[in-house]
Antibody
Framework: QVQLQQWGAGLLKPSETLSLTCAVS????????WNWIRQSPGKGLEWIGE???????NYNPSLDGRVTISADTSKNHFSLKLSSVTAADTAVYYC?????????????WGQGTLVTVSS | DIVMTQSPDSLPVSLGERATINCTSS????????????LAWYQQKLGQPPKLLIY???TRQSGVPDRLSGSGSGTDFTLTISSLQAEDVAVYYC?????????FGQGTRLEIK
């Protein structure tokens, strides 16, 4: 059974960098795209970006180039960095496995991490 | 970006009755090369991540009860629960994965009348 376990800092000040990591277990890291998705009351569910095992990435343009997703295939981990955060970045952040190509739906999700940006 | 719009926002339904949730996309999500609709449905219960129910508009994910079904094509889609059970109380979302960035509907809250 595929499991995604995520962690990272939950409280940030404006202008800081958000950093989250997701560990994949119970399945292959290869052959899938690994995603970050966030959920806020104001914007609902928003896809942030994805990475595959070879390091190929795609990002949502709405995040204005502030996103970096990386992967450590030796540990089956992938990570999200979001720079220059503001209150608008306050949300629950999820990691998720993307299945299918081209375009993916999300068949396994992490438990979610609430990230609050406040001065 | 493709805009996904769900209706209604909230849906009260009696136990045992049928529940129907609609999802409309601002552009067609039907891929002409394979005749597949790039549309998924998710269920989210309080405090939990979304759970995949349906993909390719009508293919049920493993373990999903057959009282839940998806239909539609092009720009108009429906999630139907044939006989509402208490455990179906949740928020339901549609998602298009036809074009990047993938986008979600705003959600429909299903509750017991």
């Amino acid at each position: 059974q595929v499991q995604l376990q995520q962690w990272g800092a939950g409280l940030l000040k404006p202008s800081e960098t958000l950093s989250l990591t997701c560990a994949v277990s119970g399945g292959s890291f290869r052959g899938f795209f690994w995603n970050w998705i966030r959920q806020s009351p104001g914007k609902g569910l928003e896809w942030i970006g994805e990475i595959n095992h070879s390091g190929s990435t795609n990002y949502n343009p709405s995040l204005d180039g502030r996103v970096t997703i990386s992967a450590d295939t030796s540990k089956n981990h992938f990570s999200l960095k979001l720079s220059s955060v503001t209150a608008a970045d306050t949300a629950v952040y999820y990691c998720a496995r993307g299945f299918g190509r081209p375009g993916v739906y999300f068949d396994y999700w992490g438990q979610g991490t609430l990230v609050t940006v406040s001065s | 970006d493709i805009v996904m719009t769900q209706s209604p926002d909230s849906l009260p339904v009696s136990l045992g009755e049928r529940a129907t949730i609609n999802c409309t996309s601002s552009e067609s999500v039907l891929h002409s090369s394979n005749n597949l609709n790039y549309l998924a449905w998710y269920q989210q219960k309080l405090g939990q991540p979304p759970k995949l129910l349906i993909y390719w508009a009508s293919t049920r994910q493993s373990g999903v009860p057959d009282r839940l079904s998806g239909s539609g094509s092009g720009t108009d889609f429906t999630l139907t629960i044939s006989s509402l059970q208490a455990e179906d109380v949740a928020v339901y979302y549609c998602q298009q994965y036809y074009s990047a960035p993938s986008t979600f509907g705003q959600g429909t809250r299903l509750e017991i009348k």
